[in-house]
């Protein structure tokens, strides 16, 4: 818009020198010759109307013109053409648009012209006339430059007035949430699960509400803090509870907000983002996810000059750089904590780092009571069961499992949660909806059954392995069948031999269908996949091996960073690495030759069991310790369908829900997902 009014305003010399100028040597050759008996100008529109005389010079042809553009910004509209009438009595009429008419004769030769002639024609002189310019306005180009101006003005306010996220002048801004807009507060008492947090963080509220007890002694408030556990465990609500506690303003901000395509736009919202909460101290700024722009810095992948690290310098720079910045405090949050950069995580910025971890359950229990408050249950249900049951959950999940059990109780029509929405609910969220509409066949059936079966025999007699839960060979998800184990405690640490007889379990579905059924599926690839690892871990990891000794070899691959680990050696030589695989594998040799034997002593609980799994399709825990222990259970209603209703609360799935996070090695799943068809992938 700016180029076209540009344009326009140069139209009057790009029109004068692109119209077709008439010689202006011309029309004097006319009075020269004295051929010329009568002519008026416009002195306004420039147009010349002259009557000409036959004489020296020859008169235009009939029909022919000679055209003089307008000269301005209106010439793109069309103009006067100039005319030739037919001679009326020997005389033309001539007319000839003048590019201005306000230098017609300004030398003064056509009035001494004028004057030879009437000299000449003393009984007919000249008749000329002028014709003044018009004090009309102009509408049409009023209006032009009008609507241009306009759209012009509408243009940038629409830019100024865009909003911080798609106006190229609020390109700069930080978009940043100000909680004093909103309705509601957060509180510690909305913080359920999680005591040890709120008391580090309440010495930061005590410090904003009173900062001159503090201040008396020469202590000095935390410039930042920062949140570090896994996702779900309720970081960003700590950050608003603190904020209102503390009952100042709150500012949240995400940390790809600071990274945009256009270079620069980092660090001036950085800068901005400071600048709000500046002019409100005391103030919280919270920065979720701080690793999208706080990572380690370095040439890496993205180069040495990445936009991140002139994000990531004025950060630095804004939490403790020159200017004393002591009334704005920044929290964080992330679950990357090791890729953080080290400048950033030293004391004067970051001075206090809280670890927010997996509730225990005590802690689980709380965060049921706040997620069940508005929802009523039924009289079977207790807290204190669920907690105990769903070790690892984290406060989200939790919330999950309690919102499911809320909507399968509405879809059946009941007017309160009971346990079994419960146990539904804790299945579902882990494995999915259940695809009792799945065609299997009798077949597929029965190797799901004897594979099923095989998990929770071998798991049976391992003497540090949780009890079996629930076994199913009901399709869920991408899986056929599933063998769930329910933790009697939260574990805090991980044996050498609990890992040992999770291989064993892991492995007993392959060596139950080799047994029985003389053949091997692929629904066995998942859990040789996840014994693999376990194995794996055992020798690389945690120096179970007596072989290889108490040496870590490598890196966690589940904590790799590109930009830091990017090119690095595995640290151990060729052999070292032939020695590892050897470890593994009669480490698996091992377990499955345990498994082969624990199947084949018990192979009439086997049979018994999966027999009963393919008339039922489901058993409890407390049923399959029965039939463990030589006992019947119950007939089986085949009119009605209905499964086994398990005794126990719901199930963990210990390996998708660690409680030992950094300490442990990565459990493999309790609930055993096979994938017992040809066809499916684990």
Avoid at 116 to 143: F, G, R
Avoid at 214 to 239: D, E, Q, W, Y
Avoid at 630 to 649: I, N, R, V, W, Y
Wanted: net charge negative; hydrophobic share 40%.
């Amino acid at each position: 818009m700016v180029l076209v009014l540009f344009v326009a305003s140069l139209s009057p010399m790009l029109a004068a020198s692109a119209s077709k100028h008439i010689n202006y040597s011309e029309i004097y050759y006319y009075f020269e010759n004295l051929q010329v008996t009568s002519y008026r100008l416009d002195w306004g529109t420039g147009k010349l109307e002259m009557w000409l005389k036959e004489g020296k010079v020859p008169l235009p042809e009939e029909g022919n013109q000679a055209q003089e553009e307008p000269a301005g910004l209106l010439s793109s509209f069309g103009g006067e053409e100039e005319e030739i009438l037919p001679a009326n009595g020997g005389t033309a009429y001539v007319t000839y648009k003048l590019p201005y008419g306000g230098d017609f004769d300004s030398d003064g030769r056509i009035a001494a012209l004028v004057d030879a002639y009437n000299e000449a024609n003393p009984d007919a002189p000249m008749i000329y006339d002028y014709v003044a310019v018009k004090t009309s306005i102009p509408w049409l180009e009023i209006i032009f430059y009008v609507v241009m101006l306009g759209s012009v003005g509408l243009l940038f306010l629409s830019m100024y007035r865009g909003g911080a996220g798609g106006s190229i002048m609020n390109v700069g801004r930080a978009k940043v949430k100000d909680q004093q807009e909103s309705q509601r507060k957060a509180t510690f008492a909305d913080v359920a699960g999680a005591d040890e947090e709120k008391a580090e963080l309440q010495e930061v509220v005590e410090f904003l509400k009173a900062p001159g007890k503090f201040n008396s002694l020469g202590a000095r408030i935390p410039h930042g803090v920062l949140l570090v556990g896994p996702p779900g465990t309720g970081k960003t609500l700590l950050a608003r509870a603190c904020a209102g506690e503390a009952g100042v303003p709150f500012y949240a901000i995400s940390g790809s907000d600071f990274v945009e395509m256009y270079v620069g736009v980092g660090a001036s919202r950085v800068r901005d983002l400071f600048e709000k909460a500046k002019k409100t101290m005391p103030s919280i700024v919270f920065i979720d996810e701080i690793d999208a722009v706080g990572r380690q810095r370095g040439a890496g992948l993205g180069g040495g000059h990445d936009e991140r690290e002139q994000t990531l310098n004025q950060l630095l720079v804004e939490m403790d750089g020159f200017d004393a910045n002591d009334g704005v405090i920044v929290m964080a949050a992330t679950n990357r904590a090791d890729i953080l950069d080290k400048a950033l995580l030293r004391p004067g910025r970051f001075d206090r780092q809280v670890y927010v971890g997996l509730p225990d359950v005590k802690g689980r229990e709380e965060i049921l009571k706040v997620h069940t408050k508005n929802k009523p249950l039924g009289p079977d249900v207790s807290l204190k069961t669920i907690a105990r049951s769903t070790a690892g959950f984290s406060g989200a999940d939790l919330e999950n499992l309690v919102n499911e059990a809320a909507l399968l109780a509405a879809r059946s029509g009941k007017k309160a949660i009971t346990e079994a929405e419960i146990e539904e609910a804790s299945v579902k969220v882990m494995m999915g909806p259940e695809k009792k509409s799945h065609v299997v066949t009798e077949e597929e059936r029965r190797l799901v059954a004897y594979h099923e079966t095989g998990h929770a025999i071998a798991g049976y007699f391992g003497k540090h392995h949780d009890p079996v839960h629930q076994i199913s060979i009901i399709s869920r998800g991408g899986a056929g069948g599933y063998t769930m184990y329910l933790p009697e405690k939260d574990p805090s640490f991980v044996t050498k031999t609990a890992m040992f007889e999770r291989i064993v379990s892991m492995l007993g579905g392959r060596v139950a269908e080799q047994l029985v059924l003389e053949d091997i599926s692929t629904g066995a690839s998942n859990d040789l996949e996840r014994a693999t690892n376990t194995a794996r871990a055992m020798v690389t990891r945690y120096g179970f091996s007596e072989r290889m000794g108490p040496v870590v070899y490598g890196n966690d691959p589940s904590q790799t960073f590109l930009g830091r680990d990017f090119g690095q050696g595995k640290g151990y030589s060729e052999a070292i690495a032939s020695e590892i695989d050897n470890e593994i594998r009669d480490i698996l040799d091992e377990a499955y030759e345990t498994a082969r034997r624990l199947l084949t002593e018990h192979m009439d609980k086997l049979h018994k069991i999966a027999n009963v799994l393919m008339e039922r399709e489901k058993i409890s825990g407390d049923e399959f310790k029965t039939l463990m222990e030589g006992g019947t259970l119950p007939p089986f209603d085949l009119a009605k369908g209905e499964t086994a209703k398990p005794q126990t609360p719901a199930p963990v799935v210990e390996e998708t829900k660690p409680s030992a996070e950094e300490a442990l090695p990565k459990p493999e799943n309790a609930a055993e997902p096979d994938t017992d068809r040809p066809d499916a992938q684990m």
